[in-house]
T-cell receptor, first 115, second 112 residues
Framework: DTGVSQNPRHKITKRGQNVTFRCDPISEHNRLYWYRQTLGQGPEFLTYFQNEAQLEKSRLLSDRFSAERPKGSFSTLEIQRTEQGDSAMYLCATAAGGNSGNTIYFGEGSWLTVV | ELKVEQNPLFLSMQEGKNYTIYCNYS?????LYWYRQDPGKSLESLFVLLSNGAVKQEGRLMASLDTKARLSTLHITAAVHDLSATYFCAVDSSGSARQLTFGSGTQLTVLP
């Protein structure tokens, strides 16, 4: 357990429904990332926050995806109008700021199945 | 666009043997990360390499970085079954760790 907490761990939803995932970072980690991983592939970058500011966002990210990090603590990732292709594991990762060479710690992930 | 290629993608090796996993990337970067992932689990950080020539070792694993060749290696010494997992390298494509680009992973199976 790295200390990065993600909820829910598993979510099954019907196509067209909205889902929201939450990430609670390690205390005082001001850098927060969201990645998506499908079976047999490496994680794919979605977005990056430094404190409450969203500083990077993948060009591949559909406008159905939105992420927030109010107050620079926990973060949420919402997927609207889910599609079967959204089925994946959604990973949150955090790191301490200041030195960009710090270790980036991943949470246990949130599995999404869209039926 | 940064491309990160790992090889081999699949590796079966016997206990006690040595082997190397390679990670090539297509654009300049001097920060590279290695992670381990067990089936159904998240990613465990193994190494962070921050400069050309960096070498880090932990137990039976040793990682190195050659930024001029755009190559990192993960060397396994005297493999044991517990090392069976998928290993990923990830390259910092932003220069400030804002975005990592991962390889496809190397699935390692250590046979008794």
């Amino acid at each position: 357990d790295t200390g990065v907490s993600q909820n829910p761990r598993h979510k099954i939803t019907k196509r067209g429904q909205n889902v929201t995932f939450r990430c609670d970072p390690i205390s005082e980690h001001n850098r927060l990332y969201w990645y998506r991983q499908t079976l047999g592939q490496g994680p794919e970058f979605l977005t990056y926050f430094q404190n409450e500011a969203q500083l990077e966002k993948s060009r591949l990210l559909s406008d159905r995806f939105s992420a927030e990090r109010p107050k620079g603590s926990f973060s949420t990732l919402e997927i609207q109008r889910t599609e079967q292709g959204d089925s994946a594991m959604y990973l949150c990762a955090t790191a301490a700021g200041g030195n960009s060479g710090n270790t980036i710690y991943f949470g246990e992930g949130s599995w999404l199945t869209v039926v | 666009e940064l491309k990160v290629e790992q090889n081999p993608l699949f590796l079966s090796m016997q206990e006690g043997k040595n082997y190397t996993i390679y990670c090539n990337y297509s654009t300049t970067s001097d920060r590279l990360y290695w992670y381990r992932q067990d089936p159904g689990k998240s990613l465990e950080s193994l190494f962070v390499l921050l400069s050309n020539g960096a070498v880090k070792q932990e137990g039976r694993l040793m990682a190195s970085l050659d930024t001029k060749a755009r190559l990192s290696t993960l060397h396994i010494t005297a493999a044991v079954h517990d090392l069976s997992a998928t290993y990923f390298c990830a390259v910092d494509s932003s220069g400030s760790a804002r975005q990592l680009t991962f390889g496809s992973g190397t699935q390692l199976t250590v046979l008794p």
